[in-house]
């Protein structure tokens, strides 16, 4: 009987910002991944394979599976690093990505990905509709683009290096691009080759929509997600509930600023199930049967409207692992907070956790 061979990689946005083969995870990447290795199961088969990297990162200290056991490989995310792993544990090429899908990963994971993907609503799915905000979202690869960028922007604008994650390389722009600013700009320029701007806006809360992208092309919608982050985008932790319970919990919250919005409380499910089927079409427009796993889109609440798409991880998402620790709970479950250091993860009364 085969199996599925699972392996939680954390450091999986380092390591495409690095894109080189032989990388070295952070240390708080190495520890996420030896502690958090059991993550997986809440997601995978009985009988499916969990890999656990040691701390050091030493692939030699690996015993290596049975492949002739395992039939598919599902990583947190797919990556040049993760790749070398596999094959330095003997894993057959026929079940790995080759350098070609790898490359294509990387792009579609760039942060060029939300303009890539704006580009295909010529029928402004995610804007004709009371209840949510415009928004820009502009790639750019020169200082001369960036300056451009903002000026519609009136110097309001959140700068994001194409390939980073837990808010770090995501920085505010309020006012002037400034000298310290601006050299902060030019390095990611250097380094990564380009730099994505947004139109800033005041935080209300945070969801996302997590998906699976399909072999044919289609989208596969797995839930919705709460999560909760620093103001300057540092994750800290997702909401754990049963399906129908974290959509009433999320209406629940929008319900003091519909009438801002122009719309009815009663009208709040359909506005959110209406943004989820907007992006199933955007996301198999854009994708283009290009990449097959989870990924998740990360949406804001403002005070006056939901910016519908602030990102895209091409990855499995805290997000996936709240969806499917919810799909364990009663809908009589209390809220939780789901929460991971390096000491490994918890679940919290969502009131403790307010404390």
């Known amino acids: 009987m085969s199996h599925t061979l699972h392996l939680f990689n954390p450091w999986h946005d380092e390591a495409l910002a690095a894109n080189v083969q032989f ?11 030896h502690v958090l290795a059991e993550l997986p199961r809440f997601w995978g088969e009985e009988d499916d394979e969990y890999l656990q990297l040691p701390e050091s990162g030493r692939v030699k200290d690996l015993l290596p599976p049975d492949w002739t056991k395992i039939n598919s490989i599902d990583p947190w995310g797919w990556d040049n690093h993760v790749v070398e792993i596999f094959q330095r544990l003997g894993a057959p090429e026929a079940l790995l990505p080759t350098a070609e899908q790898l490359r294509e990963i990387r792009h579609l994971s760039s942060r060029a990905n939300v303009s890539e993907l704006l580009a295909e609503d010529s029928e402004y799915l995610l804007f004709a509709r009371p209840g949510v905000i415009p928004f820009s979202s502009t790639f750019c690869r020169s200082m001369q683009e960036v300056t451009a960028a903002l000026e519609p922007l009136e110097g309001r604008a959140m700068l994001k290096s194409p390939w980073s994650s837990s808010g770090r390389g995501v920085f505010p722009i309020k006012g002037t ?3 310290v600013a601006a050299a902060r700009v030019q390095k990611i320029l250097q380094q990564q080759g380009g730099i994505e701007v947004q139109s800033l806006h005041e935080v209300v809360a945070n ?50 600023l519909a009438a801002g919005w122009g719309i ?51 990855r499995r998402t805290m997000g996936h692992v709240a969806v499917a620790l919810g799909h364990q709970q009663a809908a009589t479950t209390p809220l939780q907070l789901l929460q991971i250091s390096l000491d490994g993860w918890q679940l919290v009364p969502l009131s403790s956790a307010e404390s």
């Open 23 to 33: 990388y070295s995870p952070s240390l708080a990447g190495r520890k996420l991944a």
């Open 177 to 179: 691009l400034d000298p």
């Open 207 to 256: 969801f996302a929509f997590e998906y699976h992208a399909l072999p044919d092309g289609t989208m596969e919608y797995d839930g919705l997600s709460l999560f909760q982050a620093a103001p300057g985008g540092a994750y800290l932790g997702n909401l754990v509930a049963h399906p129908a319970v974290m959509e009433r919990e999320l209406c629940t919250l929008l319900a003091p």
């Open 264 to 314: 009815a409380e009663t009208e709040l499910p359909q506005l959110l199930h209406h943004l989820q089927s907007s992006l199933v079409q955007l996301l198999s427009r854009w994708l283009h049967a290009r990449y097959v796993g989870p990924l998740g889109v990360d949406l804001l609440v403002t005070p006056t409207g939901i910016h519908p798409c602030v990102e895209i991880n091409l």
